[in-house]
C-alpha cells in the first residue's frame, strides 16, 4: 500500500495492499522514491512480502511459531547476590543477568563459570556459585563459593542435578561502577 512515499511495516516484512496487519504490530516506514514509481521496500530491506502468493499462510504461520517461542522461552533472568559466599569476585547487591542456556550450548556451566541454581534444600531460593566440576556421566554438577568460609554449597549439600541450573550468570549491570562481565575465578573486583 502507498501513500504519499509511505509503506506499512511489519517487523521488517512489507505489508502491501493484498493482507492486513493487526495495528499493535504495524509502523509506518518512509521510503524513498523515484519519480511517480516507489523502490520496493522488499528488495531494499530484504524482506519477503507474506501475503504474495501461496506461501503467504505459511511465512506467517512461521513467523507467529517463532514469536511465541521467543515468548515462552525467556533466555535471559535478573538475579541479586545476597549474602557474603561469593566475595570479593560478587558483593551482595550485586545484579547480574543469567543466560538460560540448553545444555548442548557454548554457554553451558562449565568450571569457573558463575551459575543461577535452585537451592537443592528449599527449590524456592536461587543460589549464585561457581561451577568447580561437571560430571558428563551423572549429569550432576559440584558448586561451591568463592568465600569458602561463608558458603553453603556443594561441600554441604553435594552435587547439584543439571535439571536444577537455571543459567550462566553473564553480565553484572549492577551497581554503578562494578557493571561489566561476571569476574573468572581470579579476575576479583577489587574497588
Request: net charge positive; no cysteine.
Amino acid at each position: 500500500m502507498v501513500v504519499s512515499g509511505w509503506f506499512v511495516v511489519d517487523v521488517g516484512l512489507v505489508q502491501t495492499g493484498r493482507g492486513v496487519l493487526p495495528a499493535h504490530l504495524t509502523q509506518v516506514l518512509r521510503v524513498p522514491t523515484m519519480g511517480a514509481l516507489p523502490l520496493r521496500p522488499a528488495l531494499m530491506m530484504g524482506a519477503v512480502d507474506p501475503s504474495a502468493g501461496r506461501w503467504g499462510p505459511l511465512l506467517w504461520l512461521v513467523a507467529l511459531a517463532g514469536l511465541l517461542a521467543a515468548a515462552r522461552y525467556h533466555p535471559f533472568r535478573r538475579v541479586e547476590v545476597v549474602g557474603s559466599s561469593m566475595v570479593p569476585a560478587l558483593l551482595p547487591g550485586d545484579r547480574l543477568v543469567v543466560l538460560r542456556t540448553p545444555w548442548r550450548s557454548p554457554f553451558r556451566p562449565g568450571p569457573g563459570k558463575v551459575v543461577a541454581l535452585r537451592d537443592p534444600r528449599r527449590p524456592d531460593r536461587i543460589l549464585i556459585k561457581r561451577v568447580r566440576s561437571v560430571d558428563l556421566g551423572l549429569g550432576t554438577l559440584e558448586v561451591e563459593g568463592d568465600s569458602r568460609e561463608f558458603s553453603t554449597d556443594s561441600r554441604s549439600f553435594g552435587p547439584v542435578a543439571r535439571s536444577a541450573i537455571i543459567g550462566t550468570a553473564v553480565y553484572r549491570y549492577a551497581p554503578s561502577g562494578r557493571n561489566g562481565p561476571v569476574p573468572g575465578p581470579g579476575e576479583y573486583d577489587r574497588g
